[in-house]
């Protein structure tokens, strides 16, 4: 059972456009949820969470977004740079466990 | 420099022939996790601590074992891999309040062939 699912696997964006990454998920008690970054050959690095409480969260071009009704949330990037080009992973915690969707891989196109 | 290191960082190996990846951290973190990562299946975990002595079990722990005699430390062993382990592996660490474990910090992978 896919707990937090990201539905497409790749994303094309012209550079300098928004990057908008989705994901959902199943289980209503996650208490908080992140977006982690990774490049090729590189181990994934922490990007920007949200808590279950809130419904925004900003941290510069990044823009994590929560819809709790919907279960689903999405991360806005822009304007989109080429640096930006990575496999992006949602993840949701609740107590010591933390659960990764499969990723999206992001290409931004010059 | 603040950093979680594996090592090996490549490993070719046959069938059952037992193996340890090591991991250490430097940020005197209590929580530990490893973490494998195959193509269409994003990252899963495998097991995680979440201090000295306290170890928990994953998603998918079939197959592996852990141990965390000391906080740096958390070594993931494989006593007999199959080549269903072939796979690449991520160690992290983080602290353990309730939102500063969401920020884990990464290896930069193990990436390991079973033959």
């Known amino acids: 059972d896919q707990q937090v699912k990201q539905n497409s696997p790749s994303l094309s964006v012209q550079e300098g456009r928004i990057s908008i990454l989705n994901c959902d998920y199943t289980n209503s008690m996650f208490d908080y949820f992140l977006w982690y970054k990774k490049y090729p050959a590189e181990g994934p690095t922490f990007l920007i969470s949200i808590s279950s409480i809130k419904d925004k969260n900003e941290d510069g071009r990044f823009t994590v977004f929560l819809n709790k009704s919907a279960k689903h949330l999405s991360l806005h990037i822009v304007p989109s740079q080429p640096g930006d080009s990575a496999v992006y992973f949602c993840?949701?915690?609740?107590?010591?466990?933390?659960?990764f969707g499969k990723g999206t891989r992001l290409h931004i196109l010059p | 420099e603040a950093q979680v290191t594996q090592n090996p960082r490549y490993l070719i190996t046959v069938t059952g022939k037992k193996l340890t990846v090591t991991c250490s951290q430097n940020m005197n973190h209590e929580y530990m996790s490893w973490y494998r990562q195959d193509p269409g299946l994003g990252l899963r975990q495998i097991y995680y601590?979440?201090?000295?002595?306290?170890?928990d079990k994953g998603d998918v722990p079939e197959g592996y074992k852990v141990s965390r005699k000391e906080k740096r430390n958390f070594p993931l062993i494989l006593e007999s891999p199959s080549p269903n382990q072939t796979s690449l592996y991520f160690c992290?660490?983080?602290?353990?309040?309730?939102?500063?474990?969401?920020?884990?910090?990464f290896g930069a992978g193990t990436r390991l062939s079973v033959l």
């Open positions: 992290a660490s983080s602290l353990s309040t309730a939102l500063a474990k969401n920020i884990q910090y």
């Open positions: 601590s979440m201090n000295v002595e306290v170890t």
């Open positions: 993840a949701a915690s609740r107590d010591d466990k933390i659960i």
